[in-house]
């Protein structure tokens, strides 16, 4: 079965950096586009950034554009999220998901926290 393994949360200051990874199974990695999402306290989960299997096209939600930078490593099975410059209202609960003919799979997310 599909499984994805995220890590790299932590907390940090404001402005601060981290990279979150996620490490994929039970796929033909090098075939799929990876997602991250997010989902903070009391709101929906929402979508951060995406790249396609080749790496040559990533997407980011407005509000991390500049920021956040996606790559993924098909060697590896992993999908990377390299965020800098972190603010407050980055702090959520990282998620990595993928989608197949089995339907949409998400990991078990990592915390992120951005605090002073």
């Known amino acids: 079965q599909v499984q994805l393994v995220e890590s790299g949360g932590g907390t940090v200051q404001p402005g601060g950096s981290l990279r979150l990874s996620c490490v994929a199974s039970g796929i033909a990695f090098s075939s799929y586009a990876m997602f991250w999402y997010r989902q903070a306290p009391g709101k929906e989960r929402e979508f951060v950034a995406s790249?396609?299997?080749?790496?040559?096209?990533?997407d980011y939600e407005d509000a991390v554009k500049g920021r956040f930078t996606i790559s993924r490593d098909n060697s590896k099975n992993t999908v990377y999220l390299q965020m800098s410059d972190l603010k407050p209202e980055d702090t959520a609960v990282y998620y990595c998901?993928?989608?197949?003919?089995?339907?949409?799979?998400w990991g078990q997310g990592t915390q992120v926290t951005v605090s002073s």
């Open positions: 790249i396609i299997s080749t790496s040559t096209i990533a």
């Open positions: 998901s993928t989608s197949t003919v089995q339907g949409t799979h």
